[in-house]
């Protein structure tokens, strides 16, 4: 009897577990890198309200900022600071469309975000 409720305990704890394995598999946040001189990827695809994380490599050089610059219709233009290597800056893209970032010092680093409904 002891038992089967042991049991019975278990399987439920297991369960919780993988329910919340999946749930944060599911987080919303997609981390994209900043280099010497490059965003990687160069264009991605999320969902609207997906929270975008860009990490600034180790042992960059030289520096860089994330700036939006074309974007949907409504939305606010962001720019993060100038930074070489340990730093990182998000932003929540809630706006379906197509976002254009770039840095300010290299204008040959840009990165297309396409936000899907
Ligand atoms: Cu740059």
Redesign the pocket.
Same mark, same amino acid.
């Given at each position: 009897m002891r038992r089967a409720l042991l049991l019975a305990v278990s399987v439920c704890v297991l369960a919780l577990a993988i329910a919340g394995a999946s749930a944060a598999s599911k987080s919303k946040t997609r981390t994209v890198k900043v280099s010497d001189?490059y965003y990687a990827p160069v264009k991605f695809t999320v969902k609207a309200g997906t929270k975008i994380r860009w990490v600034w490599l180790d042992g960059n050089y030289?520096t @860089?900022d994330v700036r939006l610059g074309k974007r949907p219709k409504g939305v606010k233009k962001f720019k993060s600071q100038l930074a070489a290597s340990d730093f990182t800056f998000s932003r929540k893209l809630t706006v379906p469309g197509t976002y254009h970032i770039y840095?300010s010092? @290299?204008r040959t680093?840009r990165e297309t975000i396409v936000v899907k409904r």
């Amino acid at each position: 009897m002891r038992r089967a409720l042991l049991l019975a305990v278990s399987v439920c704890v297991l369960a919780l577990a993988i329910a919340g394995a999946s749930a944060a598999s599911k987080s919303k946040t997609r981390t994209v890198k900043v280099s010497d001189d490059y965003y990687a990827p160069v264009k991605f695809t999320v969902k609207a309200g997906t929270k975008i994380r860009w990490v600034w490599l180790d042992g960059n050089y030289d520096t @860089h900022d994330v700036r939006l610059g074309k974007r949907p219709k409504g939305v606010k233009k962001f720019k993060s600071q100038l930074a070489a290597s340990d730093f990182t800056f998000s932003r929540k893209l809630t706006v379906p469309g197509t976002y254009h970032i770039y840095c300010s010092i @290299h204008r040959t680093m840009r990165e297309t975000i396409v936000v899907k409904r």
